[in-house]
């Protein structure tokens, strides 16, 4: 399997998921030296990814797409070289201040797919909507995709094109931390900047009002069920038949990250929709009967 970060994505989504909305290029502006104690806060685990990462195979290559010679991330350096990663130098454009990771890593990607046959999986460790088609050309050529992003700044639509999609702050390691507020001057502050050209505006996705998880989640698991009952024409389901058909549908479903140790624990959690069978070590599910 092959794995490929956009790290400066990954890290300001983290930065501003942290701190509040557009607070790292507001930071960035007057220098992100003078916040040591939100850079902190902010830290990404890079093992955290790789680690969850290897549990789907193999890893024969692991490459990282930055600008290395920015403070920001030069501290990193470290690390990913200690894990086996290649990083890849990319320098940013004058004018915008994009350095164009998507097309580097999207070429990259597509090259080692036809270069190196036998790779089964593919990681795309970012959350901008720019990579869909990526994810839909990896599919197309038979690899299973999976992608991590950062809540808040990891476009749905790019969630729904690949096999697997997980919340970096779903990996097993990452400390839970609560965002912090979004500042009254975030929006204010970088307006005037964008017109002045020292900054592009940032084209990761604001996400609209979402709706509640825990209410998504209750209508995934109905619908799942409601699919099984129809096709197989049983009463009860096999539960890990039941979450395998949930992420078909809904490929950043997690139960972890909605709080829940265990499938089942989330299973139990839904006893006014669902009726549970742990009578035997095949935990079966169905839909409870209307009264």
């Known amino acids: 399997m092959a794995v490929y970060l956009d790290f400066d994505n990954i890290v300001i989504s983290r930065y501003d998921q942290v701190n509040g909305r557009n ?32 549990s789907f195979g193999t890893l024969v290559l692991t490459r990282a797409y930055a600008d290395w010679s920015a403070d ?16 890849v130098q990319l320098f940013p454009a004058a004018a915008y201040g994009k350095n164009g990771a998507d097309i580097r890593l999207a070429v990259d990607a597509v090259e080692d797919m036809f270069r190196l046959p036998d790779l089964t999986h593919v990681v795309v460790v970012a959350g901008d909507s720019d990579y869909i088609p990526l994810a839909q050309r990896c599919k197309r050529l038979g690899r299973y995709v999976v992608g991590i992003g950062v809540a808040g700044s990891s476009s749905r639509a790019l969630a729904a094109a690949c096999d697997d999609f997980v919340i970096y702050d779903a990996l097993p390691g990452v400390p839970v931390l609560e965002s912090a507020p979004p500042t009254a001057d975030a929006d204010a502050d970088a307006e005037p900047r964008r017109r002045a050209g020292r900054t592009k505006p940032d084209k990761r996705e604001e996400p609209e009002e979402a ?18 009952l129809e096709k197989d024409d049983v009463d009860w389901l096999h539960n890990s038949a039941v979450k ?48």
């Open 244 to 291: 395998a058909q949930m992420k078909r549908m809904d490929p950043s479903f997690s139960e972890k990250s909605l709080g829940f140790k265990s499938f089942s624990d989330f299973l139990r959690s839904r006893s006014d929709v669902v009726e549970l069978d742990e009578s035997s070590t095949t935990r079966m599910v169905r839909l409870r009967a209307a009264d």
């Open 72 to 87: 920001v991330n030069a501290g990193y350096r470290g690390q990913l070289v200690a894990r086996a990663v290649d990083l």
């Open 211 to 228: 709706p509640d998880p825990q209410v998504t989640a209750t209508a995934l698991l109905t619908r799942a069920l409601q699919i099984g």
């Open 23 to 54: 607070s790292f290029q507001r930071d960035k502006a007057i220098g992100l030296e003078k916040h040591p104690e939100r850079r902190a806060r902010a830290t990404v685990d890079v093992g955290a990814i790789i680690d969850f990462a290897s």
